[in-house]
């Protein structure tokens, strides 16, 4: 990923990336202008210590903004996904806290988390984005479910004639928003912003 990232920033020379652990990020206090988590924060294992980790290295004023899946029903990408196989057999139950795609898709979950850790000014927007991919709904089930990885227990734990059943359906659902180019599926969203006080 980080090889990916300095790819892709092309002739730019004043960025720099690193490998860190959330919960202890390798910086000074009081460092950086702005924070941004862009679906993380959903598998911070100790959320809150994470947080304010993030806090102490922002400068007062300072601006942190997380980005986390939102509710299901506003999802057609992860109704998708979902659907099939939880129509064959009900998702396990999750403790609030659990590492999990929707662990913050409750609306102000987030926002209260970020004021818990110690962030002023908490803001929280659901919204409803593209979610496309570049190929076809085959290739957006790989994608998905390599991603997916606190889910793929679920998806493994159904008999191979009901697995493959269940992903024939998610690859057909996509199919009705495959262009012949792109699969372009929406999802839900939640944007959480907080300030370091001055």
């Not at 000074?28 to 290295?57: H, P």
């Not at 913050?104 to 970020?114: N, T, V, Y």
């Not at 998806?155 to 493959?164: A, C, G, T, V």
């Not at 180019?181 to 006080?197: F, P, Q, W, Y």
Request: charged share 25%; glycine share 6%; hydrophobic share 40%.
């Amino acid at each position: 990923m980080l090889a990916v990232a300095r790819e892709n920033c092309g002739a730019f020379d004043n960025i720099e990336f690193r490998q860190a652990d959330a919960h202890d990020l390798p910086f000074t206090d009081n460092r950086f202008d702005a924070v941004t988590c862009r679906l993380g924060v959903m598998y911070f294992w100790d959320c809150q210590r994470a947080l304010k980790e993030i806090l102490s290295v922002l400068k007062p004023g300072g601006r942190a903004a997380f980005v986390a899946w939102g509710p299901i029903e506003e999802s057609d990408y992860a109704r998708t996904v979902i659907s099939p196989f939880a129509k064959r057999k009900a998702l396990p139950a999750l403790p609030p806290e659990a590492l999990q795609p929707f662990r913050f898709a409750e609306s102000d979950s987030l926002s209260a988390a970020l004021s818990n850790a110690g962030f002023s000014q908490p803001t929280e927007q659901q919204q409803v984005v593209a979610c496309p991919w570049p190929g076809p709904p085959e290739e957006m089930w790989e994608q998905v479910y390599e991603l997916a990885a606190p889910l793929q227990p679920f998806f493994d734990s159904f008999d191979p004639d009901e697995r493959n059943a269940a992903i024939r359906e998610v690859i057909a659902e996509f199919g009705n928003f495959y262009d012949g180019e792109r699969t372009d599926s929406t999802t839900g969203i939640v944007v959480a912003t907080g300030t370091k006080s001055v």
